[in-house]
């Protein structure tokens, strides 16, 4: 290669005067005999820009300078760097880029391997940099950590085109090494490769995201990721290890293809918008569903609503990928404009996911894009609860028996798991219209989304039947669901909440003054014995009510059997002894 030593203080004067009509240089970044790049200001549209000359005139190092200045030039994408200009000063070639204001991926990974989803997000970047780049005969060849640049968006750019096969006849030999972590096997000793190439490139760089290591050189030993990574998705261990198959011929046949195959098993990824939606668009409800379906792309088509809460509005929604119908909560924008929120509302739905249980309603997943957070889990057909009660009246005795059994196995479930619900209420408690079985949702959601909220909400949990130590932001265990349940119970006997109050404070004040208000009055079907149970599940002391979901159902099933004849002093003795 054509070359003189050159002095970088001396040249970064003489391009200070050269381009002083175009440019106020600020520093060299980095330089070689060959290529000096500046960051420097652009006088007219007071921009910071990437400056790149090339001081050697004549021979092979100043024409693949210019191959590769045209190559750039070629391409517009946005995760490809573009040239703004370029020309000549005196002896100098130069190009005018764009200045990424960001970090390496080397640097980033550095720190530590990267999040999941910002790895889907890398690998869509470049898969659709590359499907373009393809779509000109171009092939890049090489993609190595240091020159794919993360901004602040997070976008993942290419910034480095020398290797390109357009420019190959030009580059030194010497400059690339024969066998390199991040370049396929046919393009080793300056093969020029295929669209399969960049497919194994793109691999090596996803491998190296996820894992925070390079794929080993030879990749007959390359190791699957969720061996280096042990809570690494399993898919990413069949689709990294296809596209990095040392035979072209097993790879994907092109990258559109590997973004499908991704995206059919992790979902679509789009670069997610940071601004929440307006105040004025949530009080619009045609802006509302737009900005809705916008934010739901390809992935979820919007059926209709299925009702609303103080945490938000849950949706029936297509799931587009899997064919099938699922419910859709969109949490309420305000709740998570704060980061430490989010970071709850994932953890507990992280948990609320591991629970498996016929009168659980199962999560699915939870999303983000466009400001909006959302989760979606099973769709169940029907009313829920106080739905059903206000269309039908309360329930018979032997359904309102069948639903609280349900409701209680569901608590021992969760609970065995270290879940609390913290919001249990008819509006959480779905009527399957299939098999008339109930199921409980929004698990956690309380916990992970706990706020002031409007009118009647408390600090976790919905006051008119919350216990009172939620009420009063003192430790809650599992015990406060059963104290819920007991509430929805009795609304389910007699239609109507055993506290209400147009306050917080006069719910509570209810709840202080008594116990549950007598069923006889409205109806006299039900058992003393069980009002026995439900009075003791509703105890305002934690202490007096029952100690598991188990024990209570065991005491109310006994009581509903024995109810008729058994005394009522022997039935305050068992409840006693708990």
Same mark, same amino acid.
């Given at each position: 290669?054509?070359?003189?030593?050159?002095?970088?203080?001396?040249?970064?004067?003489?391009?200070?005067?050269?381009?002083?009509?175009?440019?106020?240089?600020?520093?060299?970044?980095?330089?070689?005999?060959?290529?000096?790049?500046?960051?420097?200001?652009?006088?007219?549209?007071?921009?910071?820009?990437?400056?790149?000359?090339?001081?050697?005139?004549?021979?092979?190092?100043?024409?693949?300078?210019?191959?590769?200045?045209?190559?750039?030039?070629?391409?517009?994408?946005?995760?490809?760097?573009?040239?703004?200009?370029?020309?000549?000063?005196?002896?100098?070639?130069?190009?005018?880029?764009?200045?990424?204001?960001?970090?390496?991926?080397?640097?980033?990974?550095?720190?530590?391997?990267?999040?999941?989803?910002?790895?889907?997000?890398?690998?869509?970047?470049?898969?659709?940099?590359?499907?373009?780049?393809?779509?000109?005969?171009?092939?890049?060849?090489? #993609?190595?950590?240091?020159?794919?640049?993360?901004?602040?968006?997070?976008?993942?750019?290419?910034?480095?085109?020398?290797?390109?096969?357009?420019?190959?006849?030009?580059?030194?030999?010497?400059?690339?090494?024969?066998?390199?972590?991040?370049?396929?096997?046919?393009?080793? $000793?300056?093969?020029?490769?295929?669209?399969?190439?960049?497919?194994?490139?793109?691999?090596?760089?996803?491998?190296?995201?996820?894992?925070?290591?390079?794929?080993?050189?030879?990749?007959?030993?390359?190791?699957?990721?969720?061996?280096?990574?042990?809570?690494?998705?399993?898919?990413?261990?069949?689709?990294?290890?296809?596209?990095?198959?040392?035979?072209?011929?097993?790879?994907?046949?092109?990258?559109?293809?590997?973004?499908?195959?991704?995206?059919?098993?992790?979902?679509?990824?789009?670069?997610?918008?940071?601004?929440?939606?307006?105040?004025?668009?949530?009080?619009?409800?045609?802006?509302?569903?737009?900005?809705?379906?916008?934010?739901?792309?390809?992935?979820?088509?919007?059926?209709?609503?299925?009702?609303?809460?103080?945490?938000?509005?849950?949706?029936?929604?297509?799931?587009?990928?899997?064919?099938?119908?699922?419910?859709?909560?969109?949490?309420?924008?305000?709740?998570?404009?704060?980061?430490?929120?989010?970071?709850?509302?994932?953890?507990?739905?992280?948990?609320?996911?591991?629970?498996?249980?016929?009168?659980?309603?199962?999560?699915?997943?939870?999303?983000?894009?466009?400001?909006?957070?959302?989760?979606?889990?099973?769709?169940?057909?029907?009313?829920?609860?106080?739905?059903?009660?206000?269309?039908?009246?309360?329930?018979?005795?032997?359904?309102?028996?069948?639903?609280?059994?349900?409701?209680?196995?569901?608590? $021992?479930?969760?609970?065995?798991?270290?879940?609390?619900?913290?919001?249990?209420?008819?509006?959480? #408690?779905?009527?399957?219209?299939?098999?008339?079985?109930?199921?409980?949702?929004?698990?956690?959601?309380?916990?992970?989304?706990?706020?002031?909220?409007?009118?009647?909400?408390?600090?976790?949990?919905?006051?008119?039947?919350?216990?009172?130590?939620?009420?009063?932001?003192?430790?809650?265990?599992?015990?406060?669901?059963?104290?819920?349940?007991?509430?929805?119970?009795?609304?389910?006997?007699?239609?109507?909440?055993?506290?209400?109050?147009?306050?917080?404070?006069?719910?509570?004040?209810?709840?202080?003054?008594?116990?549950?208000?007598?069923?006889?009055?409205?109806?006299?079907?039900?058992?003393?014995?069980?009002?026995?149970?439900?009075?003791?599940?509703?105890?305002?002391?934690?202490?007096?009510?029952?100690?598991?979901?188990?024990?209570?159902?065991?005491?109310?099933?006994?009581?509903?059997?024995?109810?008729?004849?058994?005394?009522?002093?022997?039935?305050?003795? #068992?409840?006693?002894?708990?």
């Amino acid at each position: 290669m054509d070359s003189n030593p050159i002095n970088l203080a001396n040249l970064f004067k003489q391009a200070q005067e050269a381009f002083a009509d175009q440019f106020n240089l600020e520093q060299v970044v980095a330089g070689s005999d060959t290529r000096v790049l500046f960051v420097a200001r652009d006088r007219v549209l007071k921009r910071k820009v990437a400056l790149r000359i090339h001081p050697t005139p004549g021979g092979t190092s100043r024409e693949w300078f210019e191959k590769e200045t045209e190559l750039m030039a070629e391409l517009d994408h946005p995760s490809i760097r573009g040239v703004y200009s370029a020309g000549y000063k005196g002896d100098w070639a130069y190009r005018v880029t764009k200045w990424i204001t960001g970090e390496s991926l080397a640097d980033a990974v550095e720190r530590q391997p990267r999040s999941i989803p910002f790895v889907l997000h890398l690998a869509q970047d470049l898969t659709y940099a590359l499907e373009y780049a393809h779509s000109r005969q171009i092939i890049i060849r090489r #993609m190595i950590p240091s020159t794919i640049i993360i901004d602040r968006m997070p976008r993942a750019i290419i910034t480095d085109l020398r290797y390109a096969n357009r420019c190959l006849k030009f580059a030194d030999p010497d400059d690339e090494p024969s066998a390199n972590n991040f370049l396929a096997p046919e393009t080793w $000793h300056g093969g020029f490769g295929e669209p399969a190439s960049d497919i194994y490139a793109l691999a090596a760089i996803v491998y190296f995201a996820l894992t925070g290591q390079p794929p080993d050189s030879n990749p007959l030993n390359i190791i699957p990721p969720s061996k280096l990574r042990a809570k690494c998705p399993a898919i990413f261990d069949r689709i990294l290890m296809r596209a990095l198959s040392h035979d072209a011929r097993n790879r994907y046949f092109n990258v559109e293809d590997m973004r499908a195959d991704l995206a059919s098993e992790m979902g679509r990824v789009d670069t997610p918008v940071s601004a929440a939606p307006t105040n004025s668009l949530r009080s619009d409800p045609k802006a509302w569903e737009k900005h809705l379906r916008r934010a739901l792309g390809d992935q979820y088509e919007l059926m209709n609503e299925l009702g609303t809460g103080g945490f938000g509005t849950v949706y029936r929604v297509r799931d587009l990928s899997l064919e099938r119908d699922v419910a859709l909560k969109v949490l309420h924008p305000f709740l998570t404009e704060d980061p430490t929120v989010v970071e709850r509302f994932r953890k507990e739905a992280q948990l609320a996911a591991k629970l498996d249980h016929p009168n659980i309603v199962a999560i699915y997943g939870i999303g983000h894009r466009s400001g909006l957070w959302w989760y979606t889990m099973e769709y169940i057909p029907g009313l829920n609860l106080a739905q059903a009660i206000q269309a039908r009246g309360p329930l018979e005795f032997d359904d309102w028996l069948t639903a609280m059994t349900q409701a209680l196995n569901a608590l $021992h479930h969760a609970h065995q798991h270290d879940l609390v619900h913290r919001d249990l209420k008819p509006e959480n #408690m779905l009527i399957d219209s299939r098999d008339g079985n109930l199921n409980i949702t929004d698990f956690g959601l309380a916990l992970a989304l706990k706020t002031e909220l409007p009118k009647l909400q408390s600090h976790s949990g919905t006051p008119e039947f919350a216990a009172p130590e939620q009420m009063f932001g003192e430790e809650v265990d599992h015990r406060a669901d059963l104290y819920s349940l007991s509430l929805v119970g009795y609304f389910a006997l007699t239609g109507r909440p055993p506290f209400a109050g147009d306050s917080v404070e006069a719910v509570l004040a209810h709840k202080e003054a008594g116990d549950l208000p007598k069923v006889h009055p409205i109806r006299n079907d039900v058992p003393e014995t069980v009002l026995w149970a439900l009075a003791r599940g509703a105890s305002r002391n934690p202490e007096e009510r029952f100690p598991t979901a188990a024990a209570y159902l065991q005491a109310l099933q006994r009581a509903a059997h024995e109810g008729q004849t058994t005394p009522k002093s022997w039935f305050r003795n #068992m409840l006693g002894g708990g």
